[in-house]
Nanobody, 125 residues
Framework: VQLQASGGGLVQAGGSLRLSCEAS????????VAWFRQAPGMDREFVAAIFRTDDKKYYADSVKGRFTISTDNAKNTLFLQMNSLRPEDTAVYYC???????????????????WGQGTQVTVSS
């Protein structure tokens, strides 16, 4: 499976961006799908995910109420709508998916075998 992320950019604090991640190849229709982010000098951290078994959405506390993860299954596309952006949201954002992720490892980058190339999000104050 190949993942192509897009939609990043420069935005002022309080603004919005919508990230997209298009999957091609063998897309594993029942994969867990997720967004992670990595700021300079920091570890990659969990942002949001949809778990394959119950289609529930899970969010990091830092983005809850501001970010929304969604999918367009017909187009094999994953989205991340980001509102009320803050300077601390600045990072490279990565999409990921994997059919073997279990609930206890949903927020762990090491659980995902398929990654997009990353898209830069910069929020100015």
């Amino acid at each position: 499976v190949q993942l192509q992320a897009s939609g990043g950019g420069l935005v002022q604090a309080g603004g919005s961006l919508r990230l997209s991640c298009e999957a091609s190849g063998r897309t594993f229709s029942r994969s867990a799908v997720a967004w992670f982010r990595q700021a300079p000098g920091m570890d990659r951290e969990f942002v949001a995910a949809i778990f394959r078994t119950d289609d529930k959405k899970y969010y990091a506390d830092s983005v809850k109420g501001r970010f929304t993860i969604s999918t367009d299954n017909a187009k094999n596309t994953l989205f991340l709508q980001m509102n009320s952006l803050r300077p601390e949201d600045t990072a490279v954002y990565y999409c990921a998916r994997d059919p073997s992720v279990i609930m206890s490892s949903l927020a762990s980058p090491s659980a995902y075998g398929y990654w997009g190339q990353g898209t830069q999000v910069t929020v100015s104050s």
